[in-house]
């Protein structure tokens, strides 16, 4: 496998400032796909699926498979001729198709419902009842209305939606019985259910997605008040002029409007050592707890490392656009590191030798103190990396530390289909110091080795900087 170094100023300067990390993430619609009618049919949200899969059909009618899935989210929701259609479509293509024995077992339900529909209003209710899904209960009522047992089945339809009581279920019913009995609750639970999502999401997203949801809801205020601390402490977490001014073009007469504007002033004074760095967090002096086992015992011997002062350090690793900076200075080769077609501008400076670490380190340190910056650049030592790794948690491997919150959060992070490529830096969630692709993406060079054991020789892998005995 190719061999990516990194150029690891992710980690790398003792200075006073912090300037954490920033996101370039933000809510994006997504195209519908038959990925997400999935998941909307694995999560009972046939209806959803329903509206997804018929737009794809629409565009992809030759699409067999599509077929089956359609028929699940029509049988879901209630819609069983509608149903019986798509999967005998399914059912009447040339070739077998993949889920074949599925459609089989899908269609016999599909038949069910339909023969006790049309045996009985009774048979009916039961089989509403059996199924006690508001879907159900809705495709009683339309097909006998004038029936005794609509009420009851309205009563079902609201226990079902408390059952679940989440927004969606109550939203569901205020769709499926618009003048339902208990439409006034519903509403209330509603707008309950929906601020309790909100609070435990706990994100600016989530705030605003509650309050341009419900504009006249209960927890309106609250919503509000929790939105602009949020969006406050984001904004002077990123610490950039933008992140501020886009604060208070939001939020112009909030409650943090003085201490925003105190922060502007003093980012905009930080704006030129931002520009050569990026963002940057202070990472606290602390210790962490490195086990290994060694060969032969049941457990694993222990030791525990300290770093004794703060640093601060870049959020991210250092990028192409930074290296290039570098190269219009005439400070760094022009034929230097290549990208290997993968692209440039934000992804992680890769293939750099040890003699393009130090040529950056010094136009850097250049750099930064001609404009005013305190402390040197240096890359970090083995212990400190391994440290920053681990984020706040010191009794976790380093592994597990970096890829906990990074497999939330990677819009885009396989943004060249087939490829084994970087990514821009700064996609994935950053670990719990704010430091982004601490593993994953490109391997980091650090200053120098550690073992556990002497001698020993030292390996960068794509993936992690590690050391071990030689063999013997």
Known sequence: MTRIFALLLTAMLLMAAADPAEMELGPREEEPTLENAIEAIDVGRFRLADQILQQILAEQPQNQEVYYFAAWAAYGSGQYERAKDLVTRYSSFQSIGVYAAEAVKLK?????????????????FDYAQRQHTIFAYAAFRDAYPKSASVEQADFLSYRRAKEVNVEISYQRYLHYWPDGKFKADAEKSADLAAFREARQQNTVESYQLYASSYPRGAYLLQAMQREETLAYARA????????????????????????????????????????????????????????????????????????SKPFTAMATEVTFDMWDRCVADAACAQDGPSDQGWGRVR????????????????????????????????????????YMARGRNSQITAQKAAFDKASQ????????????????????????????????????????????????????????????????
């Open 347 to 386: 992804r992680p400076l890769i293939n750099v030798t040890r003699h393009d670490v130090d040529t950056f380190t010094a136009w850097m340190n250049e750099k930064w103190q001609a404009a005013g910056g305190r402390g040197t650049w240096r890359l970090p030592s083995e212990v400190e990396w391994a």
């Open 409 to 472: 959060v990677c819009a885009d992070c396989d943004d060249r289909a087939g490829a084994d490529a970087t990514f821009p830096v700064g996609r994935a969630a950053p670990n719990s110091f704010g430091l982004y692709d601490m593993l994953g993406n490109a391997a980091e060079w650090v200053d120098d080795c550690w073992a556990n054991s002497a001698p020993h020789r030292c390996w960068r892998s794509v993936q992690v900087v590690w050391c071990a005995a030689p063999p013997t």
């Open 236 to 307: 002077s977490t990123d610490g950039s002029v933008s992140a501020l001014q886009a604060f208070l073009a939001r939020y112009p007469n909030g409650s943090f409007r003085n201490e925003a504007k105190k922060s502007l002033t003093a980012a905009e004074a930080r704006a030129p050592l931002r520009a050569l760095s990026g963002p940057t967090v202070i990472i606290p002096a602390g210790v962490y707890v490195y086990r290994v086992s060694a060969p032969g015992t049941p457990r694993a011997d222990t030791r525990t490392f300290e770093v």
């Open 108 to 124: 016999v339900a599909i038949d069910e419902a339909i023969a006790a529909f049309k045996a009985s209003e009774q048979s009916a």
